[in-house]
């Protein structure tokens, strides 16, 4: 059993997080319920920032906020000193509500629309992260919206390819995202943004994967940036103030995975700016990062109720709950692996291999494929690590599910910061149907 940030396994035998015993959460908040260790998070937030600090660097960390987004971890963001990434008008209006410094915002997003940035533009937000050519343009068509001229990066496909899942590498030439820093689009771009004084360009972005855990692949995005910048600082003059390396650095969900300390991603980053620069000679640029999963993804944990099991003889056992793809589709979605313990009975014995079916009505609903388990009977208490991110971030209504609510823990506190839907809240927005009355 592998045990995140400041959980243990109390007197009871029971799964503690934050000081507060995880079975007294179950029956004050209900289940499914994601558990958030506050600590966890500051801790790694901070040492993001403590190693920028270390090389008297200038940066910016901004939390990722597609990881989670939701007033409270918005305003825990801001009070560690964060920057804050959002990529779509919903993401905004929540920082917004959230009191979050507007200039610390950064817009990210491939297809974001008018609205997002006339809306963007009105509160003057830090800077956008154009994405491509249409975007540019639609940016001058809303520029009448700006207080001044409009902060911009361009976010570049370095044509780096990380080692992870094909559906959440993003720096390689053939995504959806970005100019190709090897085709030509890079240096089209630039030059319209440059020609363009609505704009003020601040840099350039690039952003090759998530789940990485590895530092080879970000070195390889820098040379080949700074290979493009040797050219463009001899060819149009263009030395750019910041250079923003997006994130995707690795969190341990299993076994299998092996990530590196947080700081060594930054350490290993910083080095080769510096080399690069130093044989440039040109300016040290601003670094900014863009942590989201590893800032939240192993401080979640999520508790179902255990339900029904089913036996099939020789095969396997399953074993429900009462949440499952609704509340945590990355295992449907990219076969995402867990780990999970019986939050009440943590100190006993695994007697049985189980495998862990959600209650959607879809076969590809399993959460956990065979398990070890002590023996489970209905009403115990799963939970499920490092669910921190895009478990709440994706869920859905699928088969009129409610979303579960959503609890902080820290020094034996609970806060809900999240409340649990009811049914009503699902057919908040359904308007009925008029019949139409047919004529003889």
């Not at 059993?1 to 908040?29: C, P």
Request: glycine share 8%; net charge negative; with cysteine.
């Amino acid at each position: 059993m592998f045990l995140h940030g400041t959980s243990r396994i109390n007197n009871e035998g029971h799964l503690e997080i934050g000081g507060v015993d995880t079975v007294h959460l179950a029956k004050q908040f209900g289940t499914p319920l994601y558990v958030y260790d506050v600590a966890l998070i500051r801790q790694k937030a901070r040492q993001f920032k403590e190693t920028f600090e270390k090389h008297h660097v200038k940066a910016q960390v901004a939390y990722a906020s597609k990881a989670f987004s939701s007033v409270a971890m918005v305003q825990l963001v801001h009070d560690e000193g964060l920057s804050l990434d959002v990529v779509s008008g919903g993401e905004l209006y929540t920082a917004l509500k959230a009191g979050f410094p507007k200039e610390k915002i950064h817009f990210h997003g491939n297809n974001k629309s008018k609205a997002e940035l006339e809306m963007a533009l009105q509160e003057n937000i830090g800077c956008i992260v154009v994405d491509n050519f249409y975007e540019i343009e639609l940016l001058k068509e809303v520029s009448s919206h700006a207080k001044g001229k409009i902060p911009v990066l361009l976010r570049l496909t370095p044509g780096v390819e990380a080692h992870t899942h094909d559906y959440i590498t993003t720096g390689q030439e053939d995504s959806k995202f970005g100019f190709g820093l090897q085709n030509g689009q890079a240096d089209e771009a630039i030059k319209r943004v440059r020609e363009d004084d609505r704009f003020h360009l601040l840099g350039i972005h690039c952003h090759i994967g998530s789940q990485i855990f590895e530092t080879t692949g970000f070195v390889m995005a820098i040379q080949k940036l700074f290979t493009k910048i040797k050219e463009w600082k001899e060819n149009i003059d263009f030395i750019p103030e910041v250079v923003n390396l997006g994130g995707g650095f690795g969190i341990r969900y299993t076994e299998e995975d092996t990530p590196i300390p947080v700081s060594q991603y930054v350490d290993v980053i910083i080095n080769e700016v510096k080399k690069q620069v130093a044989l440039m000679d040109i300016p040290f640029p601003e670094i900014w990062i863009e942590p989201g999963r590893s800032l939240v993804g192993d401080a979640g944990t999520t508790l179902y109720e255990v339900g029904a099991r089913k036996s099939v003889p020789d095969i396997r056992e399953y074993l429900s709950i009462d949440g499952g793809m609704s509340d945590n589709i990355r295992p449907a979605l990219y076969q995402a692996k867990y780990e999970a313990v019986l939050a009440n009975k943590a100190n006993e014995p695994n007697k049985d291999v189980v495998s862990i079916a959600g209650k959607c009505c879809e076969s590809g609903d399993m959460l956990i494929w065979d398990i070890p388990l002590p023996a489970a009977k209905p009403h115990d208490l799963l939970a499920v690590f490092c669910t921190g991110a895009y478990g709440y971030a994706m869920a859905s209504h699928y088969n009129r599910l409610t979303k579960p609510a959503v609890v902080f823990v820290e020094d034996g506190d609970a806060q809900l910061v999240i409340k649990r839907e009811t049914y009503e809240d699902l057919v908040r927005n359904d308007l009925s149907y008029k019949v139409k009355v047919k004529k003889p």
